[in-house]
């Protein structure tokens, strides 16, 4: 049995906010996020489950025309600041890989999970994200005073989607192109 949802053609049912969860990268340029908006996303982040309860994770966030964009921004990579000069939001994610001077093993597990509980906010609140890895770590580590032991690991964009013309035409092409995921008996490797 093949349950479509508005987005996403999934072969079990799921909870409707995961089956239309996407990544676009065109953003609306007159959007603005409010900062109740921002803090709900950090909020959910904030229960997400983690080992031993150590929330290893941290978040520096900026909204577009403040000075921490402008320093979230020049750290991405050309590409990724091609479409995100429209988002309303940066959010660089952090792992506390190292607690009481001890490695944290599962810190980058943990913020995963953090992350995932923020887009799922996002996608409630009808706001889209898009997670990326293009961006200069040591920059963001340069440019904001990090706490002993957090590196930064991904940036979030947070915003809503656009599709008109201001959105460069190969990022509108990338955004109506069909999504395609490996199917549930390609990642399966176990089930009795």
């Known amino acids: 049995m093949t349950i479509i949802t508005q987005r996403n053609t999934t072969t079990s049912p799921i909870h409707e906010l995961l ?25 959910a982040a904030r229960w997400a489950p983690s080992a031993f309860n150590k929330q290893p994770w941290g978040f520096i966030v900026g909204r577009r025309g403040t000075e921490t964009f ?18 309303s939001a940066l959010i660089v994610t952090l792992a506390r890989t190292e607690i009481d001077g001890e490695p944290f093993a599962t810190a980058h597990y943990d ?22 890895t293009g961006f200069d770590a040591d920059a963001i ?13 991904t940036v979030i964009a947070v915003g809503v989607h656009s599709t ?4 460069p035409e190969k990022i509108r092409d990338r955004d109506s192109g069909p999504r ?13």
Do not use: C, T
């Open 111 to 132: 913020l995963g999970q953090a992350a995932a509980h923020l887009s799922f906010q996002a996608e409630s609140l009808g706001l889209n994200v898009h997670q990326m």
């Open 164 to 167: 008109d013309e201001s959105i």
């Open 19 to 43: 089956g239309n969860r996407w990544s676009p990268r065109g953003f609306a340029a007159d959007h603005v996020v409010g900062e109740e908006e921002l803090r709900s996303l950090i909020e």
């Open 180 to 192: 395609e995921r490996q199917g549930v008996d390609d990642i399966l490797l176990g089930f009795e």
């Open 141 to 153: 580590a340069e440019r904001f005073p990090l706490p002993a032991g957090y590196q930064p690991y």
């Open 70 to 87: 402008g320093k979230i921004f020049d750290s991405l990579a050309e590409f990724n600041q091609l479409w995100n000069r429209n988002v």
